[in-house]
């Protein structure tokens, strides 16, 4: 994960195969003998975050190296801001492609949540970047046709962009069972959002007016009550009795009496 623009996939190991005629390798991933420990593999991934501040608050994106979380690689990712409360993948591990069926890289973090979870990730999302603290996701994603049952976590940690501000988050998504048919789409159970400093306020995520939304109007105390207005003329005589001429004519001047 030096670079964005690298591959974004898991290391790989090598192993031989029992065939003793095979003088060829076969390429396998580690991953895919060892059970889903999604509390290790979040443990893991926040251990190596907090190793990169090396007494900073926020750590860089420059700094972080695949070498440094392997057994969390196939789950990592990183994410860019790019609008209030929404932010694209630069960097995604294999188990990502193979939820989604198709290479993530580009994409929106809200592709994997279903439609009716999307608005409070959202909202997480944005308090991530703007307080910046720590977001832990619950997931959940019930059994249907030819995908069974799945349920996972999904860690965000906030990274300070080349610039200096933080538009960057490392993250991870680990699910548990089998993946079935893809693309898999998730419902966000809980959520739980950390300070980076141990102790530091939490700011809740919350829905705030971006855009062309306007301001609430300020409170004013106890509107006044208005006036009843006037009854309108309800009969032909009272109707006649408001009627008014206009002139513009000059009225005629009166005559002097002759002497």
Same mark, same amino acid.
């Given at each position: 994960?030096?670079?964005?623009?690298?591959?974004?996939?898991?290391?790989?190991?090598?192993?031989?195969?029992?065939?003793?005629?095979?003088?060829?390798?076969?390429?396998?991933?580690?991953?895919?003998?060892?059970?889903?420990?999604?509390?290790?593999?979040?443990?893991?991934?926040?251990?190596?975050?907090?190793?990169?501040?090396?007494?900073?608050?926020?750590?860089?994106?420059?700094?972080?190296?695949?070498?440094?979380?392997?057994?969390?690689?196939?789950?990592?990712?990183?994410?860019?801001?790019?609008?209030?409360?929404?932010?694209?993948?630069?960097?995604?591990?294999?188990?990502?492609?193979?939820?989604?069926?198709?290479?993530?890289?580009?994409? *929106?973090?809200?592709?994997?949540?279903?439609?009716?979870?999307?608005?409070?990730?959202?909202?997480?999302?944005?308090?991530?970047?703007?307080?910046?603290?720590?977001?832990?996701?619950?997931?959940?994603?019930?059994?249907?046709?030819?995908?069974?049952?799945?349920?996972?976590?999904?860690?965000?940690?906030?990274?300070?962009?080349?610039?200096?501000?933080?538009?960057?988050?490392?993250?991870?998504?680990?699910?548990?069972?089998?993946?079935?048919?893809? *693309?898999?789409?998730?419902?966000?159970?809980?959520?739980?959002?950390?300070?980076?400093?141990?102790?530091?306020?939490?700011?809740? *995520?919350?829905?705030?007016?971006?855009?062309?939304?306007?301001?609430?109007?300020?409170?004013?105390?106890?509107?006044? *009550?208005?006036?009843?207005?006037?009854?309108?003329?309800?009969?032909?005589?009272?109707?006649?009795?408001?009627?008014?001429?206009?002139?513009?004519?000059?009225?005629?001047?009166?005559?002097?009496?002759?002497?």
């Amino acid at each position: 994960m030096a670079e964005d623009d690298g591959p974004g996939g898991a290391q790989d190991t090598v192993l031989p195969t029992p065939h003793p005629q095979d003088d060829g390798g076969k390429l396998l991933r580690l991953a895919d003998f060892e059970p889903v420990q999604p509390g290790r593999i979040v443990a893991e991934l926040r251990a190596y975050w907090d190793g990169l501040r090396q007494g900073r608050a926020i750590p860089a994106r420059a700094d972080v190296e695949p070498k440094g979380m392997r057994r969390a690689l196939d789950y990592a990712f990183i994410l860019e801001r790019i609008a209030p409360g929404a932010a694209r993948f630069r960097l995604a591990g294999r188990h990502l492609i193979d939820l989604m069926g198709m290479e993530v890289r580009g994409m *929106p973090v809200c592709s994997f949540l279903n439609t009716g979870s999307r608005g409070r990730l959202s909202d997480v999302l944005e308090s991530v970047f703007r307080g910046p603290q720590i977001a832990l996701l619950h997931l959940d994603s019930p059994a249907t046709y030819g995908r069974p049952a799945m349920a996972g976590q999904m860690m965000l940690l906030p990274l300070r962009s080349d610039l200096g501000d933080i538009t960057r988050a490392l993250g991870c998504l680990v699910a548990e069972g089998q993946i079935g048919q893809a *693309p898999r789409r998730f419902d966000l159970v809980s959520d739980e959002v950390m300070p980076v400093i141990p102790g530091a306020k939490v700011i809740e *995520p919350s829905a705030s007016a971006t855009g062309f939304a306007e301001r609430p109007a300020a409170w004013r105390g106890k509107a006044e *009550p208005e006036a009843p207005a006037p009854a309108s003329p309800s009969t032909p005589e009272e109707r006649r009795a408001r009627f008014r001429i206009v002139s513009t004519t000059e009225p005629p001047r009166p005559r002097r009496p002759r002497t």
